[in-house]
Structures are given as C-alpha cells and as structure tokens.
C-alpha cells in the first residue's frame, strides 16, 4: 500500500491513475471481508503517518509518542536534506503491517489517514501566493486490490467521509501546510539548521516531548502564555498538537502569534543584533585580508 502526497507524483509505472480529480469524481470500489485479496493491502506497507495519526495510535496503544515512535515507527526524509516524515515500521524482516491480523486491522478505528484514503491518494497542492492547501486526489490501482470490481459507486467525497477521513484531514492541515511552506520557501531561506530540524521533528511527531519542553523553564522564561491557556494546551494531546504547529510557524517563519516576555524579547533582540553586528566586523577583516594578499602579490 502505497500512499503519496506531494505535487510531484511519481506517475512512471505507478499504480497511480494519472488523473488529478476533485472530490466529486465518481469512483467505483468496495473493500469487504471475504474479498479474495483480503489483507493484501496491509502486507506490504509504505505507510507515512501524520502527526494526528501518531496521536490517535499511541493513545489506543497507551504508550508515549517516544515510545510508540521507537516500537512502530521508522523515520524517512520527506525531502532531501530537509525536514523528516515517519512511516509505520512494518513487520521484523517483512513487509506487512504489524497491526494486521487475519480478521483484518487490530487498530482499525484509530487506523491512519492512508489507510482511510486508500485506494484514494490524497495529492497537496498550494495555491500560489497564498498559504492555503488545495486538495485534490488520484486513483490507486494495484492488481491485488480486487476492490474495484466491486458493484459499488460513490464519488471521493462520500467515500471520504465513509472512512471517517474529514477529521484526520483538518487536523493534519497545520502540519501539511508546514511542510508546504517549507517545500515553496526553498533555497531563498537556506537549508535548515539541524537544530531546526530537531525541533520539527519533536513537535511533530513527539507530542509527549514537546509537552515537557512547554514546561521547561526556557520556555517560560521566553514565551508568554496565559495560565488558563497553558493548562488547556497541556491537558489535551490535540490541543497541544494544534499549539506545536503555530509553535513551528512562529520559530521557521516569524508568524508570531505567541507572545514573549518583553525581557527575554529585548535581550533575544540584543543578542541577534550583536551576532549580525559580529558577522558584519568578520566580513571587513575577511575583505582587509584579501586586500592585502592582493597587495602583497602585485608588489612581488
Ligand atoms: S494500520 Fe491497519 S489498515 Fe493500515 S496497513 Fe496496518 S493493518 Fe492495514
Ligand atoms: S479490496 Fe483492496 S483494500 Fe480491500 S483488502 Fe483487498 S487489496 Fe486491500
């Protein structure tokens, strides 16, 4: 099962039918138990999650995010050299999914969002100069899956919401819209620091982190949080998602929608000035130098 969401889709013998369509495509597909390739699906696994997925998963499994992400995750790169995505590990020198069992999904009501798409592929698109997502979508056509001999007719829509997929979507749209931006900010910003990368990955995907790290005291001492605020965001692991992803957009992209202490504010200012001030001091003496080997040559 495979499950894709970028622009650039891999269409070159892909089991993608390369069609963009909308929500109100027509499709025709039933999955069922008692279907000849029951489970075929689930035994060969290529399964991103999003960060609402981890969630709904490590509080069926009563685990923390870190250890849900060390027992069922693997971490892979959404984009060369650039921010991480996290796939579901499948079985120990397998391919199949660990929660698969012959009666079909352990984890079936807290399935992921690909495995509530299938065999729909959600495709993300930004629309230019603005910073929201269009959804479109692509048909997945696998020989195994029997599904679309089926008598059944529905647009993505309906099958959308049969699959219980509108809540996964909305939920995960901060996190796309992240990953969205990042992609479209290209080369212009840099290749992001490790350490950027590192936070990203923790807010992301290990909320359970991310909730000690907003009691930290380098937290407190810089960000200004009403107290009623902060005990909704920390009692609730969705809210506390939901903060991560506006948390993100104020430290990669200078959104800044969380307050700071006027102190920690200033002080951060002062240090930033100073650093640029210490680039700019590095820059002429780096100049003088060159200068003065260029000198030095011509009078030899
Ligand atoms: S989580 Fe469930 S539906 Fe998804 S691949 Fe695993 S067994 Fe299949
Ligand atoms: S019909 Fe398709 S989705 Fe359903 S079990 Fe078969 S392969 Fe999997």
């Keep these: 099962m495979d499950t894709y969401m970028a622009s650039d889709l891999p269409f070159h013998e892909s089991p993608v039918v390369p069609e963009m369509c909308e929500g109100s495509k027509t499709i025709r597909f039933r999955c069922r138990k008692g279907i000849a390739c029951w489970n075929a699906c689930c035994s060969n696994i290529d399964i991103s ?38 796939k579901l590990r499948p079985v120990e020198n397998g391919t199949a999914c660990r929660f698969m069992t012959a009666e079909g999904c352990s984890v079936y009501d807290e399935r992921p969002t690909s495995c509530r798409y299938y065999p729909v592929a959600l495709l993300s698109m930004r629309r230019q100069d603005e910073y929201t997502d ?37 939920l995960a749209r901060g996190w796309r819209q992240l990953i969205l931006k990042k992609k479209s900010s290209g080369p212009s910003v840099g290749k992001p620091s490790k350490s950027s990368l590192q936070l990203f990955f923790m807010v992301c995907y290990d909320v ?18 009403d107290t009623e605020e902060t005990i909704e965001i920390l009692g609730d692991d969705t809210k506390l998602m939901l ?28 240090r930033y000035q100073e650093k640029v001030q210490r680039m700019e001091q590095e820059a002429v003496q780096r100049r003088m130098a060159e200068q003065d080997e260029m000198y030095e040559n011509q009078e030899d």
């Design 243 to 270: 903060f991560g992803f506006r948390f993100l957009r104020q430290v990669l992209f200078g959104e800044n929608t969380i307050p700071l202490k006027q102190d920690a504010a200033t002080k951060r200012m002062v």
């Design 208 to 225: 359970d982190r991310f909730r000690s790290f907003v009691v930290s005291e380098g937290f407190n001492e810089l960000y200004d949080l």
């Design 49 to 86: 999650l999003t960060p609402y997925d981890i969630l709904r998963l490590k509080q069926l499994l009563n685990l923390t995010s870190g250890e849900f992400l060390r027992q069922y995750t693997v971490p892979y790169e959404l984009e060369q050299g650039g921010i991480a995505g996290v």
């Design 134 to 170: 269009i959804r479109s979508y692509a048909l997945v056509k696998e020989d195994h899956c029997l599904g679309h001999n089926e008598p059944r007719e529905l647009t993505i829509d309906e099958y959308r919401h049969e699959q219980g997929v509108e809540e996964y979507d909305e």
